[in-house]
């Protein structure tokens, strides 16, 4: 599966933003998938997850009711609906697939991997 992460733009604090992942290949509804994020001089980190049916999601402390991830399997994309922006959530933002369709949470889990989308909050 190829995946296509998109939305990233500069935002001032308390904005929002919707990043989109759409997913090629194989249909996404086989698979967990999960957003990441990498700022400058940082290591990459867990955001948010999603289970291959949609009910299972869960998301990092920091973006705990600000975040929602969802998805909409009859167009093979997975979303990150981010409100509440702030300069801590810059950072390159990546979707990845599980192809055993669970919610994980650990980058090592995930099996495919899209290019980054990048996200600027300015203060």
């Known amino acids: 599966v190829q995946l296509q992460a998109s939305g990233g733009g500069s935002v001032q604090a308390g904005g929002s933003l919707r990043l989109s992942c759409a997913a090629s290949g194989r249909t996404v509804v086989l698979y967990g998938m999960g957003w990441f994020r990498q700022a400058p001089g940082k290591e990459r980190e867990f955001v948010a997850a999603?289970?291959?049916?949609?009910?299972?999601?869960g998301y990092a402390d920091s973006v705990k009711g600000r975040f929602t991830i969802s998805r909409d399997n009859t167009k093979n994309t997975v979303y990150l609906q981010m409100y509440s922006l702030k300069p801590e959530d810059t950072a390159v933002y990546y979707c990845?697939?599980?192809?055993?369709?669970?919610?994980?949470?650990?980058?090592?889990?995930?099996?495919?991997w899209g290019r980054g989308t990048l996200v600027t909050v300015s203060s």
């Open positions: 990845a697939a599980d192809d055993r369709g669970r919610y994980v949470r650990g980058e090592n889990e995930y099996d495919y």
């Open positions: 999603i289970s291959s049916s949609g009910g299972v999601t």
